[in-house]
């Protein structure tokens, strides 16, 4: 199977989000960041970031109570709620214009049924990434649903050899997305976008040093915010991955090809969007 090229043709049939002169933040959406654990805050702080810097307009997090006090000094944009059972959580679930569930968390028994709940309550595009896609086979298959594999995920979720994944991406991307009916992204140094009933898409925009811990999560949370604003599930995904690898060619001209650190990914994303919304 042959993917085809996203090109600027593509970005300017499928525009970004205009913002007007009157939007408010409830205008550009609200997103649900669950992620985090006492062991990892700092992936949901990445989440985060990215999904403001993105320019959704009101956040939540919601993470492990023991992380909540690292957590919440560094983000006085956002409210921050233990991540348990109860009128508060189940509310902002219901207040979302998109989730992004599992950045910083094991594939386990916990994020398994974290994930489930999370999928049963929500009708809003919901980004499912690290430790979430282990729950996949055991949940419903909804098309609001974007998946962010790199390609050791996507042989655990494909049944197929990492090899085999790397060696037959856009195959394996393709099918996938056409058996589960979602939205794949399947993360490397050249990225797939699939989705049932359409060509598999390829991105090569990135760049090497975005090989760096916690740059996933700043993809995922971009993600989550370009479809609170109201971005589609496959555009939202392919808009996020422009916007993540612009930013990785950005910070190497700047700080240089390789160091940058993934914490510094999102605060390129203002000046891009600015650009490519021109």
């Not at 392919?238 to 690898?245: C, E, I, K, V």
């Amino acid at each position: 199977m042959n993917a085809k090229p996203l090109t600027a043709t593509q970005w300017r049939r499928h525009p970004l989000p205009a913002i007007g002169a009157t939007h408010s933040k409830e205008d550009r959406g609200s997103v649900l960041i669950v992620a985090g654990s006492e062991h990892t805050p700092g992936a949901a702080w990445l989440a985060a970031v990215a999904a403001l810097r993105s320019g959704a307009g009101r956040l939540t997090v919601a993470t492990a109570s023991g992380a909540i006090g690292n957590l919440a000094p560094g983000l006085p944009e956002a409210m921050v709620v233990p991540l348990r059972v109860g009128h508060v959580f189940e509310e902002c679930i219901v207040k979302a214009d998109s989730i992004v569930i599992g950045p910083g968390w094991e594939p386990n028994a916990a994020s398994k049924r974290w994930t489930q709940r999370l999928l049963a309550r929500t009708k809003c595009p919901v980004v499912i990434d690290a430790g979430a896609m282990h729950a996949w086979g055991d949940v419903e298959k909804p098309s609001r649903c974007i998946l962010t594999p790199h390609a050791g995920e996507m042989a655990k979720l494909s049944g197929h050899t990492r090899t085999y994944v790397e060696n037959n991406a856009a195959n394996v991307a393709g099918d996938f997305a056409r058996r589960e009916g979602v939205v794949l992204l399947l993360k490397g140094a050249k990225s797939f976008l699939a989705r049932r009933d359409a060509p598999v898409w390829i991105y090569e925009g990135g760049h090497p040093g975005l090989g760096t811990s916690g740059s996933g999560d700043v993809l995922a949370g971009c993600i989550g915010g370009l479809a609170a604003r109201g971005l589609d599930p496959f555009w939202a995904a392919a808009w996020g991955a422009h916007l993540h690898g612009s930013a990785g060619r950005h910070l190497a001209k700047t700080i240089g090809p390789t160091g940058f650190l993934a914490r510094e990914i999102a605060d390129a994303f203002p000046s891009l969007l600015r650009s490519m919304q021109r």
